[in-house]
């Protein structure tokens, strides 16, 4: 199956830096979603973005899907942003579920 | 909107009983889909379900494990003969459109002593 790779593992910052967190992958994707796991275990879909570039507030993404990887910005960190951030794909054009990476543990501190 | 509603959040089986897991999906979405999420691990696909069709269960274990999503009423996620490995935190997501962008519930921290 495809293997999903995200870097750092994990990433302390102080509150204000910017950060990006890179997810590499194996195969073709139709489907790429990055979450954010806060710390109490909420799961929240910040992008659904198989191609192309997305931004929402402070927080923005990029697939380069020819390439086989993803980019999640993150400006301005607040400690709000700190949790698990996970990138997911899928190949089969939803007729499957998605595979995850291991995540990027991203702690904000004040 | 409610969102994906799951519960109970917390449910705790001896060994050998039967734990029922349910999920009501966004209002306005068909497509359900049931996640595992062990210890110190990410999130692992279990299956796919629309309205009374599993899509697709590869990520399900052949045993002890099924799912349904009936035409009235939540998803429902069944493990019976619960063993310890069992212990997770299960989540239900539900999309508009098949395998577009996740709404994720709350989950389902099951505990098995």
Not at chain 2, 12 to 35: D, N
Not at chain 2, 61 to 78: D, H, N, T, V, Y
Not at chain 2, 89 to 108: I, R, V
Request: hydrophobic share 30%; proline share 5%; with cysteine.
């Amino acid at each position: 199956g495809i293997q999903v790779e995200q870097s750092p593992p994990d990433l302390i910052l102080q509150e204000g830096a910017n950060s990006t967190l890179r997810c590499n992958f194996s195969d073709s994707v139709n489907n790429l979603q990055w979450f954010h796991q806060n710390p109490w275990g909420q799961l929240i879909n910040l992008f659904y973005i198989p191609s192309g570039t997305k931004q929402n507030g402070r927080l923005s993404a990029t697939t380069v899907a020819t390439e086989r990887y993803s980019l999640l910005y993150i400006s301005s960190s607040q400690t709000t942003d700190s949790g698990v951030y996970f990138c997911a794909v899928g190949e089969g054009g939803g007729a499957d579920g998605l595979t995850f990476g291991k995540g990027t543990h991203l702690i904000i501190q004040p | 909107n409610a969102g994906v509603m799951q519960n109970p959040r917390h449910l705790v089986r001896r060994r050998g009983q039967e734990a029922r897991l349910r999920c009501s999906p966004m209002k306005g979405h068909s497509h359900v889909y049931w996640y595992r999420q062990l210890p110190e691990e990410g999130l692992k696909f279990m299956v796919y379900l629309q309205k009374e069709n599993i899509i697709d269960e590869s990520g399900m274990p052949k045993e002890r494990f099924s799912a349904e999503f009936p035409k009235e009423g939540p998803s429902i996620l069944r493990i019976q003969q619960v063993v310890r490995g069992d212990s997770a935190a299960y989540f239900c997501a539900s999309s508009n459109q098949p395998g577009e962008g996740y709404t994720f519930g709350s989950g389902t921290r099951l505990t098995v002593v």
